[in-house]
Structures are given as C-alpha cells and as structure tokens.
Nanobody, 123 residues
Framework: QVQLVETGGRLVQAGDSLRLSCAVSGGTVSAYAMGWFRQAPGKEREFVAAINDSGGATSTVSSVKGRFTISRDNDKNTLYLQMNSLKPEDTGVYYC????????????????WGPGTQVTVSS
C-alpha cells in the first residue's frame, strides 16, 4: 500500500520560510509525478505545484511563483516544497499527492494523497 506523509508545517510569521517534506512508502517515488495542494479555511482545495518523475519539469500556480519551489530526492523517496516570503494567504492544510501515470500539473488524476500538514502564517 502506497502511503504519503507530509511533515514540516507549523505556525510562522509573515515573511518567514518553511520547507515541507512528503515521505513516500510502499512504493518508489521515482515512479510517480508528484504534486502539492493546499486548502485554506473556508475555501476549496487548490493546486500549488507539481513535478515530474525525474524532477526535470515543474509547474507552479502563479500566486506562489518566485516564492515556492518544488523539488524531489528520489534516492530518499521524498518530495519537498520550499516556501519563502510566506504570506497570511498561504495559510492552510498542505497535501502531497502522487500520480502513477506521470501527469504533470493541476488537472491530473492523482492516485494517492497524504493526510496533510498545517501551515499557519500570522500577520
């Protein structure tokens, strides 16, 4: 059974940085395209960033470009999201997802999801 577990979320102040991690077990992360999504309080879940299986191609939502960077370490079976210059509107539960069909982006049919990690950015 493939499992994804996100870690790294915490309470921070505006302008701070965080790095989220997504550990994959029960499978090899190199066999999946990966993505990050988030859900703010009272809002729908939204796409944040995605990366292909090799790490050679990425996609990022416009609101976080220049601030967030998605990356992966296939040797460690781990996906990362580096978040800089955090804003209060970045607050939400961040989810890691995996696509076994190597689709890149927001419209893919992601097959596996983690339980999420809470990121709270105060003003």
């Amino acid at each position: 059974q493939v499992q994804l577990v996100e870690t790294g979320g915490r309470l921070v102040q505006a302008g701070d940085s965080l790095r989220l991690s997504c550990a994959v077990s029960g499978g090899t992360v190199s066999a999946y395209a990966m993505g990050w999504f988030r859900q703010a309080p009272g809002k729908e879940r939204e796409f944040v960033a995605a990366i292909n299986d090799s790490g050679g191609a990425t996609s990022t939502v416009s609101s976080v470009k220049g601030r967030f960077t998605i990356s992966r370490d296939n040797d460690k079976n781990t996906l990362y999201l580096q978040m800089n210059s955090l804003k209060p509107e970045d607050t939400g539960v961040y989810y890691c997802a995996a696509d076994q069909n190597y689709c890149l982006g927001s419209k893919c049919k992601y097959d596996y999801w983690g339980p999420g990690t809470q990121v709270t950015v105060s003003s």
